[in-house]
């Protein structure tokens, strides 16, 4: 689409009485250009088996048509019908709790071919009858697909023919699992025991790849169905969505998004995250990263909170700031879930741009300013190109490894807590991101890669890490990287094992600090943000530099943070879990050395800044304003023209952000 | 009975050794006129299936009629016996968590046939071994019944008919509970999936109400076999329970008390509540209260604790401190569980009068005191009468409602918290309430209603409160009043919908609170009460005035709490929830209004007045003191007469109260 | 054996290489003389039904024979191999939970004929393969043996039969247990439910002491089996573990270790702690308590930690400091589990050791001293006898009973908190103390025995204890001491019922302190240490004196702590949980007054002496520095010499020790 795109799901299927016309008539006056429909509504298309009703649909598609805004139409096969679970039962998925009970969505087996064969023909049934409209700009396959945990005696069984593949005899498994512990080991593929009992890490991780798997298998087939349907100019997409914590908090354990999206136009996303005093920006910045890094293109916002909760809904001026957000991040578009709120059931309180009353209120009056600007603007900032010095490697398999083996037996931290200790440091210090992970193989485009506990990684990813720093790249390494292989097996070298090559730094013992800090306050943080917690390795550098040692009677001589000169560049490896506050000190000197660092770093949170060239060839740059008090700061720009006011700026002169506010500035 | 009833639950199976005579030689000592028995000792009475014994209600029977004690018997189907479970174990109730296990009472399903069949049969035999003996003087039917969540198959299939009698389409139903919302409808009743998995709040709530119907039938159905039998003169009467946080806090959820009361003759009730340090008489006041209101006459308790747990253990003079606050609520019997602490299994801590040892003890003597006390004063104190112009309307259906759909997904709070806030303040200000149900029919005689968190209502019964409010009434309405139908299903016009009418009022949006409190400190409160807290609507009076705003930069223009005239009345609307103090001084302002106010008021918690009339028209009035302090007040009352020494107080006088103490005052 | 053993359990299994010659060679420099094989991997050995292979016991028998390394072989029967769960899932326990999946170790049923009949049948073939190879010293059966909570219908049916044989009629079952409460008696033993829905703590604990019998019966059949194969001179042992908190913590609940420690020739134990900041010895010393206690000779710990995790990763100078305190307390062997870290499955965190570089490390250069130190000294310090005035009675039938009947409903506090409480305050005070338990019948020996929480008891029992006053003996019993029966029927007299005799003192009532502290401060401790929590008894003395009251308005009257003149002795009943500071005073009172007191007792912890005879007839003094600063004493012993540096201290001569350091002194 040549446009930006302001959407909400709409379901026609939920409203209370007969509300179409009205709707639209709304809609479009708030600048609404695309609806989503059918995702979650296969009951009503299908109501009894093998009786198909498109209604709905059908009048949605025409009215949106006669309307002029687009459609994006769903699969609906994420959430199953009554009557499919009455007469198949066994389509609900087995997990380590037993068999499902009916009710919420996303309880299916995805590997069921009974629930395959019903899906498949709801597809069908669904694309035949609306692949020729006109309104439909693209497919959502599914939604927020996962794995559900599917884990039943089927789904066990075909991993067991994934071991086979892999490993080919019983011995192989033993060895590289360490099944032998505790009498594990199996001597014929028979005797293979079910995952959900596991006590093995390498066994369960493995298990956890192997679903995450399952999930791009069932993405692509549904692509597959779909693509034999859809016309050229319409896209295939997936909402995906991240690791909630009650939002949209990290990578996402149950899929793998780098692998998943493959198949897709597209990428498309959920983002859910705090908001009135606490919102920050940090998870529209860090989904629309992950998103637009997957496909390394722009991506689709294809939800997020318009009032939603009593903790959700927008203070004035946050509605806009949200929605420009995702656009500073790449987003081409941003769509609410969802239109209106519902009267019923399990999402009553998850409010929609319209409240209950289903009339005009301040939050929707707020999103017609958006529909105005974005219509005004769109050619000037959509598409937006990032051109990132910095990227974070992630990895799946990393996730998986540090939950089964983790900081302590009973911490609360994991893996993603590491990533977002860094990234929201970076997103303070305005230092923008790509997301790397273990497949991609464009390291050498970024002046410095951060590598948070890499805890699971391959022989070959590790060398490769270290040819980038030989080859003059930055690198920062977390604790516990390269701890483990592949299959979760720890290496019998001294740690950080391969990386020690690049790192210049190895150490043999690893222990729980308790009231201990850096030894001179290295990153001269006030004194109580001094503290190191949770792990701590006591590092021996070999060729490293001392960046900081601990200040502790026992482990005083060990080193906590180094620095290693390898081949062209440098690499940093941070042996302990430190506050935010020095993590920032850390990633600062880090910047200086990679010759990142700039005016913009100068400009501190709770003022953003994103960039971007445009489809011109211009730079736009945002200047966000995350919080309730007025923020003045010297332009740190070239001459610059805010898009929304036409107000020229020239370097140095007062930029004034009032409280939740923004400014688009498009460089000369 | 014409004269107050002071009891002890009595199980003469449960006793280590012989103690018949002696116990009954002890209870003449104290004053114990009446024993509760065999509730809970079917295996006794049916020690296998078809073998009947009645050696020790006999015994027990012949024993108390010979020393002039009356006896209630209970019919014994709560505890089922180890042989028909092992015979039958489909009588345990299949719920959420699977089918139950045998052990603890109040685990069969209350619909099963088998269940019934046994259950009838040995109401029968008991009654026919009982049923012409002289001492008895009432009946209660089972004890503490519930529903037991019993929710396995044969129940959803009782509620499928009962859906079906209620909505007679399946199209009805959808679009009644929005169950189109994630595939969840029914296009044919034999698709109706079990509640038991269910994400509809609709739904679940129908269920819940569906299952405490079964609890009204089920005792219904008891009451008219055991009227079968018993004699004229006899009540029947049922043990009801209210909402437990280990001890009596709020509303039953599980029984809707107002129609289950409905087949007795008399409301009997357990009322247990913290003590030491910690006792108020707040659960005393409110289960006394909750009682009453049921049938709008005296009541029975016929369990509260004697010494019970160490933290219940009563100091000196808190037992007499809670057998005549229980009178003064309107109680006609104080009886405690148990006579004797129990030397086995589950209740062993749950200690009665006679400790372990059975011996004489201070709480054994205290009581002594009592039992005089009643005897002498019975003609004075027993049946007394309120006419309280207060009310509180609580609803089952509300409470069930709030469950589903809490302030946040992780609230703590919950409907009962509400109910409290508010009844605990009008205690403390000793405003003494009756409690309304949606079925009442009487709200015109009270000056004022309160209504806490009325979620759940049909359009009937808030168009009766707009008219009583039309009429003259006054009334006070909280947040989230108003919001769904009967049926959860939210209104689609703007909140509190129907009642807008009489509050003047009306919202679109609602927030979670954080550092917000009303702007100006409205009802004056220290610095830190002056908090809101959880929920907050943000109010926009139509008609009514503004009686407060929220302190905060975003939503400082909205109202907090509004007032309206309407007709001929006032109605308040709370739109947040508030401290306790806070909450005193909203009450405070609507009691004076509505000319409720008085000089008790002015005395405040801990000393605690109660008031009635006794059977002569006279009122009688109570004073305690719910501290370890001694008060003295000047008497706010017209010359009256201590029951308890005979003083004469003349109004103005200095009235000191002794610490745990109380004076019983007869006007004059 | 004689001589001390240093070891590591060794798993040739769970090599990622060969590393046999290599790791020989290292433990030889550490001074390693046993390793302890085979007790986990019972798949290795027996890689398919019936195929049996014991290459790896074998190559690693002969390659410790040649090293002139000891060899203790497990029989490998505590985790099953994956053929045998998937032929007979049968084998895996069912529990409350249901029946178990297959993954961890410790999970089949120990009653299950299935497994009975593979375990006897790999028992066999390994001492058939073993049985003449004169690396051998000894056996260990099965490991940390306990009864997994197994109560399916097998073992229910079992214990139906053991119910019969012990109380012969239904009737006296019901009595004892009080059945009859809650309809819950049996009138034919057919009738029997399952324990496992109970609420009858009287027949809960009757299955919690017939599962323990479970575990003794377990044992004593492998041990039976392994015995007519060893030969002369090899040991046959057991490792018991203890109470689990995430360490080795108080009195094992699921294993009566006095019992079940009878069949063997030697005691083992694993004893595993917190160590870093937070060593204080005081599990070292408990564990050894106990297994020295078990048959009063010394005993073995077959596993404590080396490095194992990030929180227990020793300080420089803790290993050794560990290893001597395990000596001093009576170990003839300190093992460590285990020798090299693992490098996949569950305990991949838990390090040797060595780490899993499987390289030489700090922690591996410490044990080289201690191996070089056990070696020399070996003949001075190993056989140390132990001749104890003062004791501590523990109960498994207690400790059942009170997690029956908690103190309140939700306390935290439990049986194995006031063991340590008092336990505690004796370590600390160098009160050395060896452990008895109800079948003990040497009460004599000592001249103080305390008795914490003897809940559950028999008549005999508390009668030994009167008598045992009675004829001159000290004994401090704390409340809830006598209660109940051996049943955990409550006693019908006054409390503290039959040891009323010796204590002088009796109550009725208990309550739950709120803000209690002992008048006066009896034991002078600071302010904030004055405090009573949880449970307070109302104590009368009859002939008792009064030690302390309560400081509280309604309870000041009574007592709560008293002291009793009784025959020739005296006893001390403690009313209430009082804090460490307070127990300390309490300890230090009675500790006077039996005459134990001495100059090693004003020695204070962080300094801590142990002592003991060595086979020359020599007392050995050991004096352990459980801190980080240096200490200094005047030395409270006659001459002596140090045996590790040969330095020669008078008596009042100064005596140093540094941080996490020691002394170990030889009497003159």
Redesign the interface.
Known sequence: MNKLLYGVAY?D??M??ERLETDIQMMKEAGINVVRIAE?????HE??NGVFDFTSVNRVLDAMYKAGIHVIVGT?TY?????M??EHPEVLAVTKNGQ??????QIMDITNPTYLFYAERIIRKLMENVKDHPAIIGYQIDNETKHYDTSGPNVQQRFIKYLKDKFETTDALNKE????????????W?????T???????FGAEFSKFQRKLVDDFLAWQVDIVKEYRKEGQFITQNFDFEWR?YSFGVQPNVNHFTASDPFDMTGVDIYHPT??DLTGIEISFGGDVARSTKQQNYYVLETEA?A???W?P??GQLRLQAFSHVASGANMVAYWHWH?????????WKGLL?????S???YNEAKTIGADFSRLSSKIMNLKKKNKTAILVSNESLTGLNW?K????SELNYNDIVRLIYDELYKLNVEVDILHPGSENFEDYSLIIVPCLYVAPDELLDRLNQYVEHGGHAIFTFKSGFANEH????????PGIIEKACGVNY?????P??VKLAGNTYEVEEDKNRVHT??ELLTPTTAETLATYDH??WGDYAAITGNEYGKGYATYIGCIVSSEMMSGILTQALKRASIWGEEQEVNFPLVIKSGINDEGKTIKYVFNYS?ELQEIESPFSQSIDLLSNSIYQKGEPLTIKPWDFKILEMK
């Open positions: 379901y299927e939920y209370p009485y979650s509504t296969w009951s009503t109501p009894q609906p959430a199953v019908p009554t009557w679970v009455k499902g009970k009916y009710g919420a969505r699992f360490g099944l032998a512990y505790w009498s594990n080991d199996v001597h014929a028979e005797d293979m025991p079910s959900v009992g596991t006590i093995n890490g390498s009650g009135q005093e009032q909760f009593s903790h809904t203070f004035p709120s519902i009267h019923n059931s399990f999402e009553t309180y409240s209950h009353d289903l009339q209120n301040p939050v083996f900081f302590k037996y009973d979760v097996k720890v290496r019998t070298t001294s740690q043999q013992m690893f222990v729980e308790k009231n792990w701590m009677p026992a309730f």
